[in-house]
């Protein structure tokens, strides 16, 4: 697991830096109004900065880090929801691609690339219990147009 934000650590840090900057200033001649302006800007980034890292889930990065596949594609992959779909060979599957929407489609196309219901889920934000529900319709969709092509 990644390292959490340790907010005392980074203020010092940032104080220190500060310290050193202001210093710098100082000594080449800036006003101390624009020295403070300086400061105020800093503070409201260092501010900004230390709420998204306060909320950041590092497993959450770590998991998708490690979801990503590596870039060995043949030149005949889709490489896209579309491509896919039209390469597919079966107009049954096709068929019942398209009577869903856009975000079964992209569970299908991630599926056949290689991703597991876990991976979709953190990829597209879609709970994995729907992930599994809209694949099992899927399933009996396409039996029922291969029954009735």
Do not use: C
Request: aromatic share 12%; no cysteine.
């Amino acid at each position: 697991m990644a390292k959490k934000y340790n907010h005392r650590r980074a203020e010092e840090e940032f104080k220190k830096m500060k310290k050193k900057d202001e210093k710098f200033m100082r000594e080449n001649g800036m006003p101390e109004t624009k020295i403070l302006i300086m400061r105020t800007f800093d503070r409201k980034s260092f501010n900004s900065d230390r709420r998204f890292y306060e909320r950041v889930d590092f497993d959450s990065e770590k998991i998708i880090a490690a979801a990503r596949q590596p870039e060995e594609h043949s030149l005949s992959e889709p490489k896209n929801v579309k491509d896919f779909i039209d390469s597919l060979a079966s107009i049954a599957l096709v068929d019942s691609l398209k009577a869903f929407g856009f975000e079964t489609q992209l569970i299908a196309f991630f599926l056949y690339r290689g991703y597991k219901a876990k991976e979709i889920s953190v990829l597209t934000g879609i709970p994995e219990w729907t992930i599994s529900r809209r694949i099992s319709e899927l399933i009996k969709t396409y039996k029922f147009f291969k029954l009735n092509a």
